[in-house]
């Protein structure tokens, strides 16, 4: 009682000083009587910067109010609360918001801003990150949903383990890629990130918290994975760990072939004794940078040598690989990797080597994203376009889209990934829609653009490579997909559609959890 009567007048007072947006109406004042009050901000600042992301390109989706829990049980006050209402307000998880169209972003709700059980970690309830081992499991780490991957790194390297299937950046939650797949260069191999989860905890859309495996509430579990944040808030993740190698052979090689290079590519993926650990790939053009964002690798005499060729062949492909090793293979390592790499088909001289530490190769796009920083570059629009096109789609995609649209339209603005996985790492009863085909590629096309302007231009573009798909049946599907109307979603998931639909109504019935993906809201 005297707290609501004591927070009205106080938010009031900082309204009208223009400190606190005016109460939303679709939050009731009850809220204030809940033990969560003191964490919930209305705070202008707390309430713009919430409703930021990466890509953004959506903007102005503001909520009502932040969460900033310092326990799980918070989090579970408020969707109960809301749950219980007879108008519930929407509830978005958010990890590190590197979501590109306001996947993490909920209108008139409320965000939680899952970073901050990492600030409150003493607290008994929260994880963080924990290193067990047991007969059945081998070593594990169970992680909170809030913790990025790189801290998941530094701790679990403090055993001599690590995750084996990772992203290419390392400054996402593990919650956030958990409701998408992540995916990398190791992905072939290990599978997606979805793949090596044993057990999570989840705060349901009816505020329960539920802990869930392959065999114990199921449909739970594998909905969550890849289920776009639309089941429940990841809480805890109990993540596969295996020992960490020390270092690392990077190698990249240059194509001017696109069917040598995807050959040579499959190839790689195919070898199963003693093969390579992350296998990837991009397009170079003559207005991508040779050395971009995503790592730097060529050095200033190599990049002239590339410069030329690349004036001559107007796109290039870079095949990149890294096989791991530690001291008991130091000695070998060499010797594997040239048996590996023995009759590919790359340009002759146009091989280039790095010998790095483990954790240097993992974490290669972080120097990239600090050099952006520092010049005002990383903050800006990002257009980008995630896509998994089946084997025999992917030479009339090139032909298509890389050469007939990107080429020729001379409109690229970043790195553009394409590398091959296998559907057999992926288990279809989790959420992910990937093609039928047994092996697809990952093609990112991951453009900055300089403002709003160049944003839009890239945007139709990729507008313009998403209809050519669907008008000639390439069977594509979208990777951190995207789509404005339920049609396109129902689409999406194809025969995926019913139970993705069902296990909403099952754990998130009134349709609370994260709107900004835009499937039932
Ligand atoms: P957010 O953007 O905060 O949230 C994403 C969605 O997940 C939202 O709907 C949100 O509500 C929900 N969510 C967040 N936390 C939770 C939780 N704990 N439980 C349930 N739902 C939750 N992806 C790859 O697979 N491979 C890559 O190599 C890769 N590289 C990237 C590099 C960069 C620079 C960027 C910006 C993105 C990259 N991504 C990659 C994409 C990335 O995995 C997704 O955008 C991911 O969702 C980002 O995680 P986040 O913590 O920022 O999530």
Same mark, same amino acid.
């Given at each position: 009682?005297?707290?609501?009567?004591?927070f009205?007048?106080? *938010?009031h007072?900082?309204?009208?000083?223009?400190?606190?947006?005016?109460?939303?109406?679709?939050i009731?004042?009850?809220?204030?009587?809940?033990?969560?009050?003191?964490?919930?901000?209305?705070?202008?600042?707390?309430?713009?910067?919430?409703?930021?992301d990466?890509?953004?390109?959506?903007?102005?989706?503001?909520?009502a109010?932040?969460?900033?829990?310092?326990?799980?049980?918070?989090?579970?006050?408020?969707?109960?609360?809301?749950?219980?209402? *007879?108008v519930?307000?929407?509830?978005?998880?958010?990890?590190?918001?590197?979501?590109?169209?306001?996947?993490?972003?909920?209108?008139?709700?409320?965000?939680?801003?899952?970073?901050?059980? =990492?600030?409150?970690?003493?607290?008994?309830?929260?994880?963080?990150?924990?290193?067990?081992?047991?007969?059945?499991?081998?070593?594990?780490?169970?992680?909170?949903?809030?913790?990025?991957?790189?801290?998941?790194?530094?701790?679990?390297?403090?055993?001599?383990?690590?995750?084996?299937?990772?992203?290419?950046?390392?400054?996402?939650?593990?919650?956030?890629?958990?409701?998408?797949?992540?995916?990398?260069?190791?992905?072939?191999?290990?599978?997606?990130?979805?793949?090596?989860?044993?057990?999570?905890?989840?705060?349901?859309?009816?505020?329960?918290?539920?802990?869930?495996?392959?065999?114990?509430?199921?449909?739970?579990?594998?909905?969550?994975?890849?289920?776009?944040?639309?089941?429940?808030?990841?809480?805890?993740?109990?993540?596969?760990?295996?020992?960490?190698?020390?270092?690392?052979?990077?190698?990249?090689?240059?194509?001017?072939?696109?069917?040598?290079?995807?050959?040579?590519?499959?190839?790689?993926?195919?070898?199963?004794?003693?093969?390579?650990?992350?296998?990837?790939?991009?397009?170079?053009?003559?207005?991508?940078?040779?050395?971009?964002?995503?790592?730097s690798?060529? *050095?200033?005499?190599?990049?002239?040598?590339?410069?030329?060729?690349?004036s001559?062949?107007?796109?290039?492909?870079?095949?990149?690989?890294?096989?791991?090793?530690?001291?008991?293979?130091? =000695?070998t390592?060499?010797?594997?990797?040239?048996?590996?790499?023995?009759?590919?088909?790359?340009?002759?001289?146009?091989?280039?080597?790095?010998?790095v530490?483990?954790?240097?190769?993992?974490?290669?796009v972080?120097?990239?994203?600090?050099?952006?920083?520092?010049?005002?570059?990383?903050?800006?629009?990002?257009?980008?376009?995630?896509?998994?096109?089946?084997? *025999?789609?992917?030479?009339?995609?090139?032909?298509?889209?890389?050469?007939?649209?990107?080429?020729?339209?001379?409109?690229?603005?970043?790195?553009?990934?394409?590398?091959?996985?296998?559907?057999?790492?992926?288990?279809?009863?989790?959420?992910?829609?990937?093609?039928?085909?047994?092996?697809?590629?990952?093609?990112?096309?991951?453009?900055?653009?300089?403002g709003?302007?160049?944003?839009?231009?890239?945007?139709?573009?990729?507008?313009?490579?998403?209809?050519?798909?669907?008008?000639?049946?390439?069977?594509?599907?979208?990777?951190?997909?995207?789509?404005?109307?339920?049609?396109?979603?129902?689409?999406?998931?194809?025969?995926?559609?019913?139970?993705?639909?069902?296990?909403?109504?099952?754990?998130?019935?009134?349709?609370?959890?994260?709107?900004?993906?835009?499937?039932?809201?």
């Amino acid at each position: 009682g005297y707290n609501l009567i004591i927070f009205f007048i106080i *938010s009031h007072l900082m309204s009208i000083l223009g400190k606190l947006n005016p109460w939303n109406p679709s939050i009731p004042y009850e809220i204030l009587s809940l033990n969560i009050s003191s964490k919930l901000s209305t705070n202008s600042h707390a309430i713009k910067e919430s409703s930021k992301d990466f890509g953004k390109i959506i903007q102005e989706i503001l909520p009502a109010a932040v969460l900033y829990p310092s326990c799980v049980n918070d989090i579970i006050d408020l969707i109960q609360f809301s749950h219980d209402l *007879s108008v519930p307000f929407h509830v978005a998880a958010k990890g590190h918001g590197h979501s590109i169209r306001g996947q993490a972003m909920a209108k008139n709700g409320v965000i939680v801003e899952m970073s901050s059980l =990492n600030n409150n970690i003493n607290n008994n309830e929260n994880c963080g990150v924990r290193v067990s081992w047991d007969s059945g499991l081998g070593f594990y780490a169970d992680v909170g949903g809030e913790q990025l991957w790189i801290d998941v790194l530094r701790s679990t390297l403090e055993y001599g383990l690590a995750p084996v299937s990772w992203t290419d950046y390392l400054y996402l939650t593990v919650g956030g890629t958990l409701s998408n797949a992540g995916i990398s260069g190791q992905t072939f191999r290990y599978g997606p990130q979805i793949s090596n989860v044993h057990e999570m905890d989840v705060i349901t859309g009816k505020g329960e918290l539920v802990t869930c495996s392959k065999d114990m509430n199921s449909e739970l579990f594998f909905g969550v994975l890849g289920g776009l944040g639309q089941f429940g808030i990841i809480t805890r993740a109990r993540i596969v760990l295996d020992k960490a190698p020390t270092r690392v052979k990077w190698v990249r090689m240059l194509y001017d072939d696109f069917s040598k290079f995807t050959k040579d590519q499959e190839h790689l993926i195919s070898i199963h004794h003693n093969g390579l650990d992350y296998v990837e790939g991009s397009l170079m053009m003559e207005q991508s940078s040779l050395n971009n964002w995503r790592s730097s690798f060529f *050095s200033p005499s190599n990049q002239t040598e590339i410069a030329s060729l690349l004036s001559k062949n107007k796109i290039m492909y870079c095949l990149e690989i890294v096989k791991y090793y530690d001291d008991q293979n130091a =000695n070998t390592i060499d010797e594997e990797l040239k048996k590996l790499v023995k009759g590919l088909k790359y340009l002759g001289g146009f091989m280039f080597k790095k010998d790095v530490s483990f954790v240097e190769f993992l974490n290669r796009v972080r120097s990239g994203e600090l050099e952006l920083q520092s010049k005002g570059k990383w903050d800006v629009p990002h257009p980008w376009l995630n896509l998994f096109v089946p084997k *025999s789609s992917i030479m009339h995609f090139h032909a298509a889209v890389f050469v007939d649209i990107i080429l020729r339209q001379n409109k690229t603005a970043g790195p553009i990934l394409v590398y091959p996985t296998s559907r057999k790492r992926w288990d279809d009863r989790m959420s992910t829609m990937i093609p039928e085909e047994e092996t697809f590629y990952c093609v990112g096309l991951l453009h900055s653009s300089s403002g709003y302007k160049e944003c839009k231009i890239l945007d139709n573009q990729n507008e313009e490579i998403l209809n050519y798909c669907d008008k000639v049946g390439l069977n594509i599907k979208q990777y951190l997909p995207h789509y404005k109307t339920k049609e396109d979603w129902i689409k999406h998931f194809g025969k995926k559609w019913n139970i993705f639909q069902q296990r909403k109504d099952l754990f998130d019935p009134k349709m609370i959890l994260s709107p900004g993906q835009r499937i039932f809201n």
